[in-house]
Structures are given as structure tokens and as C-alpha cells.
């Protein structure tokens, strides 16, 4: 059969140069009408900036992009908007105190005398979230709403300008596992619908159930393009990382020995609201295990580690590392008495994106006299140590050292501050979801180094969504809901269906604190 | 690896873009004087091109010859005064520059300038130069000018590190209550400069000297005349910058040592801020304040002590202005502030928040204000023209920015054609 009519877009032999760096190099892609393309890669292969290409944010320097097998020229989104091309950004572009239906039809407002027409727009919007199933209040101002609901009036934002090519930049990384599955329908449903599909992802689970076809990218490079029901996720990852990979980590038994980090009763005030996020949490993490804090996003998990490192006030309980109490302790001094945290926010928290890489890897050791003189920062020895890290930790970027931490990939930003956090050689390691949004190449190699850390004799928190990530990694599991420890389990004994029930807590092994009083 | 070409060089790309918009700053202020020159019938074309002439060399002009034609050259004066002028503008430049680098935006510098001005001029004359040597108050004025502006810049400092007060607002309101603070201050001072009668409004020299009499059993002051039979109490005063030699290098100007203390400051600070911790930290701060705290680094100690610096770089700029012996401060400033403080920001601007770029910066703003001075003295153009052409070139050398995208554009298209 012959496809050329097929494809809605085609992007032949795209190049895209940055300083130091070939993005994309001489990439092609094809998509074909009413399908759902998954485009994987590793962080750094060049997805996002083939997508940026296509949505007119980038020219490329050779190449050319075709429509319905017409060559067109997409300057910017304006270009792509006309050409029916709609794009959900991996971080939304949403206006807060809007309301749903005003996010909605921002910038394609249909107006008479000047006034907009919401009851047109509302019926519009309305008919779309009926028809592909997309729930969501119209009359709900965004900062209200859940990040999945969010996402949704992404996609309704879409198809009210009838796009008809619609791309999903990594639309997993944020959701929950009951919000992906929603998803994963939400797209079957409008590829049958007749929308083609650009699925840009590196989780590979997601990719087998819900495309039909992969084309894979390394290193900027177009590595291939196979249908989905063809391949295997082992041989997926193969192709976009190079090599084989180990999807399950590989660790011996825990040893683990004298406690480390000991909270007790610990309760850490809400950003949101004014009760307090964290109730009353006691637990241990010892010399030689890895803890791994489960729970639905937002049960007072960010809380319990901003509680800890110090980012937060506690409002009450205690809390320990090698017997000393820094319940009170400015961040500074809970670092030095042995506190290193991979943050969860990389970007707010983890790096000053405009320093360079090598600024960015002594964030916290600038003070200590290896790095300074008399107040007069060592240059030599601060450029020496972030080569060695570099190395070491395979941190790859465009210019080295002097890199600015901002146009790296988000896999070498992330594997950047777990350089940082694991040379700094410190008794406990705060690490929360040190892999999100990584792909497996990356997640394997964080994984190592989190169970040579745990095998060095250091004590792990880990805090993590994942569901996998739990139960490979951890040697105890600590489920939280609401804002207290619901369960302790050993992840050797337990399924993923009954940590799932504690983590909704449907199921709970010690009473509920109120019942007690 | 090729090396890095010198045009591809941030560094050079960025003088080249403030070069660049200057020029197109002094091309948009010529067509201005243009238009005004062709719709005065006293100006006319030639008088037109006589202020074209001015503004852009107005540095070099020494005057008309015996044909009435503009004559060009070395003027020591102007240029002695170019760098006199320069000394309070690279010192609001440098504190604007401090905060802009740590992400704060002092526009509190006109009240900072002010609190400095005035400690610093109650010190020079008010201690007593018969029991302690001039250069010694000198010092101490200067001191007391910079701690009185660290402290007033740490007001809003402290207002946003404690409370989350937005900066901005809490500088303008600081620097309306210096400005009448200031004047309710020296109200009821005795610095008013009773001297020389037609001064009445003004602050004595620093340079004056006062000799506090009883002459008849009355309490008085005195200049250097003292009255007969007069009972000499003390002596203040006669404290002045140290000249080096300057005046004698640009005969007839006011230039002091003035701006070498600031071209030092300035690379004080050029150090502070690239080669130390401190620098690490503050920068740290500016660019995110989250990641800072996260890193155990004390972001809100750091706020304040950026706006503490801050303050004392303004003051320290309204200091050297007023300790330079002959100068005159106005003392009713509650209407207005000084605009020193506010051309800090423009400085900055130009100089891309770079230290020792605010030398330059500041001196090219300095030099305008020179060219402004000869337009006014030498043609029919009056000085609030004057004044327009000055902001047309301040306002399109604010483009700089556009512009430095646009030699990079076009760097980068050549690099495509090889």
C-alpha cells in the first residue's frame, strides 16, 4: 500500500544545532493520519526540540516539514496554530485565576462587538468534553483544580481550535497512576476519532499500550521507527539507550545496623491549608537500608522531607540524626550534622539554573576552605572537582564545566545534583523522586548508585510515586495518607495491590490518631 | 576544536551592543535637535548642525572663535568635570548593578544618596577641624555618609526579607521620607550657610571655614574675617577631597580625587562580586532564592545585606559629591529627589550591571551632561531641550539588549553561509 497520502505530518531530514551541541541530527519522522506515534528517547536525544521544530519555536538549520505531503514553513506557533497543530507542554500553559472556560478560549475568543461570546464558547466547549470524554468544570478557576483536570483542559484547548495533529510532550510525568490511565483512554479515544497523535515519552509501558507505532531517537539521532505490536519494551530500551539495560534493580539483602535519621512524633504545618500536612510521624531509617516513604502525591510526603531537611518550620515533634536533636536547626547546620537531599523540585529547589554546572556542584560546599581562601572562591579547585563529578557521573553537557545548568537536559540536571548529593558523603540521603521524568538509561544508573550508597553503609529516604520504584528499590516501605504512616510493609511480602490499598487508604495498620483521643 | 572567534565572545558582544546603542542613541537625539533647530527660525539649519555638532563633541568644544564659529579641541575643564560629574553617578550605578546581580531592584538609591549626603556633611561640619585634622574628618564623613545609607537601604532590605514587602515600593517610600526627613533635619540645623547672604537656601561648603565666635558676649559665627576682639570657641570646616594633582592635569575644573576612590570602589565590588563566596552567595540569591535556601545559604541575611551595600555604594556617592569642597547642597529636597540616584539605574542598564563597566557608563552619562552644558552655553538651544536629548539617548541606549540579540543573530548567519 502506498502511505504517502496517509501521513498528516512529515518532518524529512530535520537539523538543529545549538552551541556545542547537534540536537537533531538529520531526523526523520512520519505520522500517519488517526495514529497515536510514540517518539522515545532518552533525556538529551532531542525529542523536545524535534517537537519545538514542528511547533515553530525552532528553525531548523536543513530539512523541511510537510502537511498533507504539501511542504510548509512554520516561523512560529501562530504558523503551527493555522496548520491545525496543537501541542500539550510537558508544564501547562494555563492561566490560574482564569476560569476552565476562559483558559479555554484564550486567544481564540470568538467576539461580537467587542464582547466575548462565552454562551457560543461554553456550548462548544461542552459538546468536545462530552464527546471525548474530557470531565471537566468550566466554571472552576485552574488554581483550584487537579493537575489531572488540568491537563484535560489542555487537550480541550486543542481540539476548540479543531487541531487536528495534537502533541503530548511526557503528559505522564505529573499525573497519578489512576490519572494516566485516564489518559492512556482519553488518547485511544481521539485517534479514533480521527486525530493523529504525537506521543513523546520514555516510559516504556505507557508507549506499548497506548501507540501504535515508536520511532526512537539517541544522542540526537534517528535510531528507527517500529509498530508497537511488533517489539518488546527490552528491545525498546536497547534501542534508545545503546545497550542492554536492567529494567529491575539488582541488590543483595539489607544489613542494616545502628539508626541514623530517628523521627518522632513529628507534625510539619501545610503550605495550602491550616491544618497541619504532616500528623504526628515517628519512624527510623538505619545505617545500610533504604526507606522509601509510598503515598499518593500530596499526603503530606514534600511535607515530611521539607520537615526534616528544613525548608519548613516543624510545629512539633522531634527529630534526630545520630542522636542529636536538629528538630530547630537552621538548613546549614542540619547539612553538617549529615543530611544530603536530591529535592523533588529540581528546578526550584536543586540548581541555580543560571550558574554553571561547575557553581551548581558546590551549591553547598562553596564555604568549606577546599573551595575558598580567605573568602576568595578557589577557582582551579572548584573546575578540578566538577570535572572529577562530571566524569565520574557520566553528567554530559555542552560546554563542561561551564555549562549553564539551564540548557542542560533535565537527566544530566537530575544527574548533576545526584553527583553533588552523593560526593558530598553524608550519613543520611533524603531522596525524593530522584527519577522523575528520567528515562530508563538514567533511572537504571541513579538506582545503582542509590543501593551503592545504601551497600556504603549510608541511610536512604527515599520518597517516591512509583509504584516500581517502591518495590525494587526500598528495603522497608513507610505508606503514608493523610498525613500520617498508615503501614509499614516488607516489599519482598507485599503486592502492589495491597501497598495500593493503603496508599488510598482502604486499609490501615495502626488506628486512626482522633480515635485513640 | 576552533578557537572562539573574538566577535563571538559574550563579552565583546555585549561592549559592541552598548557601543551600537549609543550611537543610535546620539543619531535619535541629533534628529531631534534637527527638528527643533528647523522650527526655530533663531537656529535654523546651521544652528541645527551646530547642535548636532555640540552633542556629540560637545566634550572637545572650547568655545566660538573671533568669527563666531564652533571651535573643537582638548578643553581640560570639561573634561575635568566630565570625571568630577561621573564620581556619584558610578556610585549609584554600582549600588543599582549590587542589587540587580543579587535580584533586587534598588530604586531606593536617591534616598540612600541623600541620607549620605546629609551624615556625611553634619560630620564635615560639624566636628571640630581645631582638634582634629581635616583629613581625618574627611574620613570620618565619608564613613558616617556610607553607614548612614547602609542603614537605610537595610530598611527596605529587612522589610522584604522579613515580611515579603516588594522592594520597589518600600524604596520609593524611603527615599520620599529622606528626601523629607532630610530637609526637617537641616531646618533646624545650624549648617545653613549664613555667610554669604545670597546662600540662604544652601548647606556651607564643606570647604568653608566656620569659626564659631562670642563677640560681645554673643554667641555667633564667623568666616575666616574674625571680628575684633572676638572670642575664638572653635574652628569647623575647611574640610575638602584631596585634588592629587588633578586640577593641575585639567586646569579650571572641579575634578578631584574623588573618582579614583570610586574607580577603586568599583573594583571592589567587580571582586566582591566574581571572585568571592560573598559574590557566590548574593548571586545565588538573586537568581533563586529557593535553591539558595535549600543549599543552607541565609537568603534573608543576604537580602539585607545587599541593600545594606547598596545603600552605602549611593551614599557613598552623595559623600564624595558633596566633600569635594565646592559643592553646595540645597537643603529643601522634600519635592524632589536627587536625580543622581534615579541615573543609577540607567548606568547599570548600560553597563549590563558589570562593575567596572559602570565606570564607563557613568562617565559617558557624565559626558552627556557636559555636551548638554555646551548646547545650552554656546546656541539658542535652551537647557530643557537639552535635557530631552539627554533622555532620548539614555532611553534608546537601553536598547541595548535588542540589539545584542541582533548582533548575535547575525553572527550566527554568517556562521550558517561558511
Known sequence: MDHENDYVIEMLHITKEFPGIKANDDITLQLRRGEIHALLGENGAGKSTLMSVLFGLYQPEK??????????????????????????????????????????ILGAEDTKLGFVQRKEARKKAEALSKRY???????????????????????????????????????????????????????????????????????????????????????G??????????????????????????????????????????????????????????????????????????????????????????????????????GVDITHAPIRKR?????????????????????????????????????QHLGFIRFGAVRKYAERLIEEYDVRSGQGPITVTRSMSGGNQQKAIVAREIDRDLPLMLAVQPTRGLDVGAIENIHKQIVAQRDAGKAVLLVSLELDEVMNLS??????????????????????EELGLYMAGAKRQQPKKEALA | MKKESFLDKAGTRSVLASLVAILIGMLAGSVVILIVGLTNPSL??????????????????????????????????????MLFRAVPLIMTGLSVALGNKAGLFNIGAPGQYLAGTAASLFVALSVPTSAVPAWLVWIMALLTGMMAGALWGSIPGMLKAYLNINEVLACIMTNWIAANAVTWIFDSSSLKNVLEGTKSGYIYKTSTVINDVIVDGVRTVAGTNIPEGAQV??????????????????????????????????????????????????????????????????????????????????????????????????????????????????????????????????????????????LTELTAYNEYITNVIIAVIVYLSAFMLVIKTWIGKLRKGKAVEK
Not at chain 1, 510493609?489 to 507485599?494: N, V
Not at chain 2, 546651521?46 to 571651535?71: C, H, K, M, P
Not at chain 2, 592629587?244 to 579614583?260: E, H, K, M, P
Open chain 1, 63 to 104: 530539512g523541511e516539514i510537510r502537511k498533507d505531503g504539501k511542504p510548509v514553513k512554520i516561523n512560529n506557533p501562530n504558523d503551527a496554530t493555522a496548520l491545525h497543530i496543537g501541542m500539550v507542554h510537558q508544564h501547562f500553559k494555563l492561566i490560574e485565576v482564569f476560569t476552565v472556560l476562559d483558559n479555554i
Open chain 1, 133 to 219: 470524554g474530557l470531565a471537566v468544570d468550566l466554571d472552576a478557576k485552574v488554581e483550584d483544580i487537579t493537575v489531572g483536570m488540568q491537563q484535560r483542559v489542555e487537550i480541550l484547548k486543542m481540539l476548540y481550535r479543531d487541531n487536528e495533529v495534537l502533541i503530548f510532550d511526557e503528559p505522564t510525568a505529573v499525573l497519578t497512576p489512576q490519572e494516566i490511565t485516564e489518559l492512556m483512554q482519553i488518547m485511544k479515544g481521539l485517534a479514533k476519532e480521527g486525530k493523529s497523535i504525537l506521543f513523546i515519552s520514555h516510559k516504556l509501558n505507557e508507549i506499548m499500550e497506548v501507540s501504535d507505532r515508536v520511532s526512537v531517537l539517541r544522542k
Open chain 1, 221 to 322: 539521532r534517528y535510531i528507527g521507527t517500529v509498530n508497537t505490536g511488533e517489539t518488546t519494551t527490552v528491545e525498546l530500551s536497547r534501542m534508545m539507550v545503546g545497550h542492554d539495560v536492567q529494567l529491575v534493580v539488582d541488590k543483595s539483602p539489607a544489613q542494616p545496623k545502628e539508626t541514623v535519621l530517628k523521627v518522632t512524633d513529628l507534625h510539619v504545618a501545610s503550605r495550602l491549608y491550616k491544618h497541619d500536612a504532616v500528623k504526628g510521624v515517628s519512624f527510623e531509617v538505619r545505617k545500610g537500608e533504604i526507606v522509601c516513604i509510598a503515598g499518593i502525591d500530596g499526603n503530606g510526603q514534600t511535607e515530611l522531607v521539607f520537615g526534616i531537611s528544613g525548608l519548613e518550620k516543624c510545629t512539633g515533634g522531634k527529630i534526630e540524626i545520630n
Open chain 1, 335 to 371: 547539612s553538617e550534622a549529615g543530611i544530603s537531599h536530591i529535592p523533588e523540585d529540581r528546578h526550584k529547589h536543586g540548581l541555580v539554573l543560571d550558574y554553571t554546572l561547575e557553581q551548581n556542584m558546590v551549591l553547598q560546599s562553596f564555604e568549606e576552605p577546599r573551595f
Open chain 1, 475 to 496: 528495603d522497608r516501605i513507610l505508606v503514608m495518607y493523610e498525613g500520617e504512616i498508615v503501614g509499614e510493609l516488607d516489599p519482598k511480602k507485599t503486592t502492589v
Open chain 2, 44 to 81: 535654523g539649519i546651521s544652528g541645527a548642525w551646530e547642535g548636532i555638532r555640540l552633542v556629540v563633541g560637545g566634550l572637545f568644544a572650547t568655545g566660538r572663535d573671533t568669527v563666531g564659529n564652533l571651535s573643537f579641541g582638548f578643553n581640560p575643564a570639561s573634561f575635568g568635570n
Open chain 2, 233 to 374: 570657641l572653635s574652628t569647623r570646616g575647611g574640610v575638602a577631597t584631596a585634588k592629587l594633582g588633578l586640577d593641575s592635569l585639567f586646569t579650571g575644573s572641579q575634578v578631584n580625587a574623588g573618582i579614583l576612590v570610586a574607580i577603586v570602589i568599583a573594583v571592589v565590588i567587580y571582586i566582591l562580586l566574581s571572585k568571592t563566596t560573598l559574590g557566590y552567595q548574593l548571586k545565588a540569591c538573586g537568581a533563586n532564592r529557593y535553591a539558595a535556601r535549600y543549599a543552607g545559604i541565609r537568603d534573608k541575611r543576604n537580602i539585607v545585606l545587599t541593600m545594606a551595600l547598596a545603600g552605602a555604594l549611593s551614599a557613598a556617592g552623595g559623600a564624595l559629591y558633596y566633600l569635594s569642597g565646592n559643592t553646595e547642597f540645597f537643603w529643601n529636597t522634600y519635592q524632589s529627589l536627587p536625580a543622581e540616584g534615579f541615573n543609577g539605574i540607567p548606568v547599570a542598564l548600560l553597563a549590563i550591571n558589570n562593575p567596572v563597566g559602570v565606570i564607563f557608563s557613568a562617565t559617558f552619562m557624565s559626558m552627556l551632561q557636559i555636551c548638554g552644558q555646551k
